[in-house]
């Protein structure tokens, strides 16, 4: 019985072979419901190590991810992007799934390996009976187990090694795409442009792509063109032009857009000498490692026939090993030649960096003209209007006192009224102005003022051992302040807490509540207000806010802190 | 009664020390700073000081900081604090240390001379004056407190200001006694032992409202 099952088990390895090809090809291209079919062969094996071998295995794959939820305007979000339907999102999340699954990646590397160890095992069992089929049994728990008994540094370097692989080929297939980049600029030309478009937008979509998943490399493109708008006689002017319809104009100019960029130029160069380098730092010592374990298990196999030198089992071991050991250094390599194209020039990030100032600049007039005009009318219509009455008021008075001291007295009661009035007016606006807590306490304590008159239980935690110039600390004042006001109407929460801290030359202010989210800065003027309010600063609003809460947002302002003295460390409340 | 003053503005100070002086104060010092008003203060020890928060040479929170700190040099010395906004934040910290005769008013305050001076001669007693928009900052919302009446929380208001049952009692026109079973059932809803000294009552009132209100303690 036991020779018979380990015929079985060699039967069941030799399968592996064109399974691997299969597993490999349905990875690079993220066709999931490939990778799960083949899945079914390592889960086999495991079933069998149980039953036959006496080595039980469990199934070391991450739980399937849930379904995609839609959010509050139905629409489902994938790493930013919005869908209609729930399909793509699924698809990805599933792509993700087993891409990011150690276990997806052991399965390969088994399918490879198991037709030889698992023939020399079987064989073993065919030979020696019950004992061979236990050591088949250990051999795949090592590899296809949960708990896995050898050191994880093989499997996470043979994990980048074929993270590598699947680089290399990502790039081998945009050769294609730059080929068909030439081509079709030949063919713009001839005038025929919409194919250099489509092919330029979706090389960068292809290159973003690529950057994600080397990190840390920002896009470099220059901002988008506006769609063209007609002069004064309804016509369209593309350069030295004019069109009637603006269908043209707008492909034109979207054209000169992708073309005038220097940063297509850079992608086409990077398109045509990518493959070359990751061909030999990435593509190339995979293939080696292979044929290395490949070497090995096929010198053990035949070591009793002699058609092969013994000597090509240990140089094949020898290699894998060599290239598991110098794969990061390789990939560093990699890492860093991807940048010197793909990374915004210093010109790009200038250009960039002139754009944001240009927002934020007219923004920051903006707000203030605001700001002014709404001061102007307050003073016009309070207090000002207040001096002047009470101007005429005492003037009467002024005639009446002699005859009429009854009327006058009534008179200066009112006059005194007034100017009650007036300072309470006062009050108010300075309070919108500069809050004198602010320039009285600083930051935190302001803020502290704002969390004690709120209605919410607000709890406020600062770290924070100097005072911050005074536009941040009003700038940072205000939007928290415009927050907890959000907070209070919005988002039905009990408690809110405020942090408060400084590191690194950024103030980062979190404010966190619990109440049922779906906060968007896009929907309301609220949360956008305060987006351009730290704009100005180069500050940045992060929201997170799921629909059923609860939501977090995080101020970020780059500041330096001064030393001048901040609230007092016993303070109460 | 002697009066030490700080306020930076010449023309406020010299109207208040007219003012007091009208009402029978004696003025020992006026000055217009931080340092000089805890100097003045350490020097005259008065039977009360009228305290600007805003001073030199910082413009921000001087005066206040002056007087928490020669209160805390010389536990209960009379001091009133005005300022051109009122705080809870700050109504706390001066009555952070639990000791009587504070008082904390809104600079219009001073419009309506009598009650200032009576304001000014309660705390000189050792009794409080909070300013009524601080006392309803510090009541307004607060869960413990939704348990009282209307016409209690009328009562708590005027308490927490430092008004005697005499004067609550003719403000709101109740007779002493009705004043008096308001007062008790106020502190039977609060949880806490009644008091017959006006001055004990309103701190632990204030102590209560303000420690039981959103804790932003760090």
Known sequence: ?573 | MRVVIAEDVYLLRAGLTRLLEAYGFEVVAAVESGPELLAALIEHRPDVAVVDVRLPPTFTDEGLRAAIEARRTHPGLPVVVLSQHVQQLYARELLADGGAGVGYLLKDRVFNDEQFVDALRRVAAGGTAMDPDVVAKLISGRPPLAKLSPREREVLELMAEGRSNAAIGQRLFLSDSAVSKHIASIFGKLGLAASDDDNRRVLAVLAHIAGNSSDSRP
Not at chain 1, 290 to 318: D, E, I
Request: hydrophobic share 45%; net charge positive.
């Open chain 1, 1 to 573: 019985m036991a020779r018979l099952r380990g015929l079985g088990l060699v039967a069941l390895g030799l399968l592996g072979l064109p399974l691997a090809v299969v597993d490999l090809v349905a990875l690079v291209f993220g066709l999931s419901p490939v990778v799960l079919a083949v899945r079914r062969l390592p889960m086999v094996a495991r079933e069998l190590a149980g039953e036959w071998c006496g080595m039980p295995i469990a199934e070391p794959y991450n739980p399937a991810p849930l379904p995609p939820r839609p959010r509050h305007d139905g629409m489902y979000e994938v790493r930013r992007r919005l869908y209609r339907r729930p399909h793509v999102p699924a698809y990805r999340q599933r792509v993700q799934w087993l891409a990011s699954d150690g276990a997806t990646w052991l399965d390969l590397l088994w399918l490879v390996v198991n037709p030889v160890a698992g023939t020399v095992l079987g064989l073993a069992a065919v030979v020696v009976g019950r004992p061979g089929l236990r050591w088949h049994g250990r051999w795949t728990r090592a590899l296809l187990g949960a708990r896995r008994p050898w050191p994880n540094w093989v499997r996470d370097r043979t994990v980048l090694v074929l993270d590598g692989a699947q680089l290399a080929a990502l790039t081998v297939a945009g050769l294609l795409l730059a080929a068909l980049q030439v081509a079709a600029g030949v063919l713009a030309l001839t005038g025929v442009t919409w194919p250099l478009i489509v092919l330029v937008e979706n090389s960068r979509t292809f290159i973003n792509y690529y950057r994600g998943r080397i990190g840390g490399i920002d896009e470099p493109y220059r901002p988008a063109p506006p769609p063209p708008r007609p002069e004064a006689d309804g016509r369209y002017r593309v350069r030295r032009r004019l069109y009637r319809s603006p269908t043209v104009p707008a492909r034109l100019t979207r054209l000169y857009w992708l073309a005038g960029d220097p940063a297509s130029g850079r992608d086409l160069l990077w398109l045509l000498l990518n493959p070359l380098v990751t061909v030999t730092l990435l593509a190339a010592p995979c293939a080696a490692m292979l044929v290395g374990f490949g070497q090995l298990t096929t010198t053990v196999s035949q070591l009793w026939q002699h058609t092969q030198p013994w000597w090509r089992g240990p140089v094949g071991a020898a290699v894998a090993v060599a290239v598991l050991v110098i794969a990061p250094t390789l990939r560093g390599w990699h890492d860093r030649w991807t940048p010197v194209l793909l990374a915004p020039t210093k010109s790009a990030r200038l250009a960039k960096r002139v754009e944001r100032l240009t927002e934020t600049r007219a923004d920051a007039v903006d707000t203030q003209a605001a700001e002014l005009r709404r001061i102007e009318r307050d003073l016009h219509d309070g207090a000002q209007g207040r001096l002047v009455a009470m101007g005429m008021a005492l003037r009467a008075v002024e005639r009446l006192l002699d005859a009429d001291p009854e009327t006058a007295r009534k008179l200066i009661v009112e006059v005194r009224e007034n100017t009650a009035t007036a300072l309470t007016e006062i009050r108010e606006l300075v309070h919108g102005i500069h809050p004198p807590v602010l320039a009285e306490r600083g930051l935190v304590d302001a803020i502290r003022v704002v969390a004690l008159d709120s209605p919410l239980d607000v709890e406020v935690a600062a770290d924070l051992p100097g005072r911050l110039d005074p536009p941040v600390e009003s700038a940072a004042y205000f939007a928290v302040r415009e927050v907890l006001t959000n907070a209070v109407k919005h988002s039905g929460a009990d408690h809110v807490r405020v942090d408060v801290s400084h590191a690194g030359g950024l103030l980062r202010i979190v404010v966190h509540d619990d109440g049922h989210g779906g906060a968007d800065p896009a929907g309301g003027t609220g949360l956008l207000g305060v987006r351009r309010r730290l704009g100005t600063f180069d500050g940045v609003l992060d929201v997170r806010s799921p629909v059923g809460g609860p939501t977090t947002l995080m101020l970020e302002i780059p500041c330096v802190l001064s030393s001048r003295r901040t609230s007092t460390s016993s303070e109460p409340g």
